[in-house]
């Protein structure tokens, strides 16, 4: 897409925030066996995003999608910790859509601890990086 005006192209960013889904994560036996609410938040950059231009619909995201990948994530099986959980989801959306970065929290209301907490929360962030950012190997230098 080449800029117009002077300008440069757009950076299209999609969130979805709050998705509200039942799951078995954790670290105690009851909440991975009763399971509990978690709520997340995904945001990802879109590469090449036509829709800023053509206003179709078919130029960007499916909305519906991103959800569905994200329950499929956090429904499929067990993890121990939200850390990993947010990693899975993160990876699934970097390679489902080509991101650059992806951002996603997942946050526990009202966690099994016995203090009054409204919820716990992990960030994971995952950023692409391309093979020629990545240092060469000491060897090959010496060569």
């Known amino acids: 897409m080449e800029a117009h005006g002077g300008t440069s192209d757009p950076a299209v960013e999609i969130e979805l925030q709050g998705l509200s889904i039942h799951t078995h994560h954790g670290v105690t036996e009851a909440e991975r ?3 509990q609410r978690l709520n997340i938040d995904v945001g990802f950059d879109v590469p090449d995003c036509d829709a800023v231009l053509t206003d179709r619909l078919e130029d960007t995201i ?3 999608e991103v959800a569905d990948i994200v329950a499929l994530a956090a429904t499929e099986r067990s993890y121990k910790t939200l850390e990993r959980l947010a990693n899975v989801i993160a990876e699934r959306l970097m ?4 991101s650059e970065a992806v951002r996603v929290r ?8 016995p203090l009054a907490i409204d919820e716990v929360a992990v960030e994971v962030e995952r950023v692409r990086i391309d ?4 240092p ?3 060897d090959e230098d010496q060569a």
């Open 33 to 35: 066996e009763i399971g």
């Open 62 to 64: 499916d909305y519906a």
């Open 95 to 98: 390679e489902r859509f080509g």
């Open 106 to 113: 997942a946050a526990k209301p009202q966690p099994p601890i």
């Open 131 to 134: 093979d020629d950012d990545e």
């Open 136 to 138: 060469e190997d000491e």
